[in-house]
């Protein structure tokens, strides 16, 4: 009985961490490091979390676009979770859902959103979604609010 237990809880752990895997766990300094390699590409940097309706309402808008202008454009996308690491497999599953490309960060550092959330930008009071437009890891435009895809198309046209 014991040795089905073990067997039962691996399982359930290996099961559990592929459903995550593509899904990288950072805290504010790594996000900051991953931004700052993006060289000579425009990256698009989305604040997003699962329990956010309007975040969920404009991902098929980042998905679509990302995939229209990837090549031409010279772009790159990282979409930042602030969900709570215990929620990571339901982030999963919307990542999943909608086929979210790019980079995938849960930003699993709550307790200095005071801090961490001025240096994004100094405006910025928090609120999800927002969106930033990075190149070689300095922020050009900073958007509080969802974007529709012609938002969207227009902010990359402008800043390509």
Not at 16 to 32: C, G, H, N, P, R
Not at 59 to 79: K, M
Request: charged share 25%; hydrophobic share 40%; aromatic share 10%.
């Amino acid at each position: 009985m014991r040795k089905l237990k073990g067997i039962t809880l691996f399982v359930v752990l290996t099961v559990s961490s592929l459903s995550a895997q593509d899904i990288k766990t950072v805290k504010y300094e790594q996000m900051e490091e991953i931004i700052d390699q993006k060289v000579d590409k425009l990256t698009i940097v989305n604040f997003w979390a699962t329990w956010c309706a309007p975040c969920i309402e404009e991902i098929p808008h980042f998905v679509t676009v990302f995939n229209q202008y990837r090549e031409s454009a010279d772009l790159d996308i990282i979409f930042v979770s602030l969900d709570r690491l215990i929620n990571i497999k339901e982030v999963a599953k919307v990542t999943k859902r909608y086929k979210m490309p790019g980079e995938l960060l849960l930003l699993d550092d709550a307790k200095r959103f005071n801090e961490w959330i001025p240096k994004v930008h100094p405006d910025w009071q928090g609120n999800i979604p927002a969106t930033g437009f990075y190149r070689n890891g300095t922020l050009l435009e900073f958007n509080p609010g969802v974007l529709t895809e012609e938002g969207l198309t227009h902010i990359i046209h402008k800043l390509k």
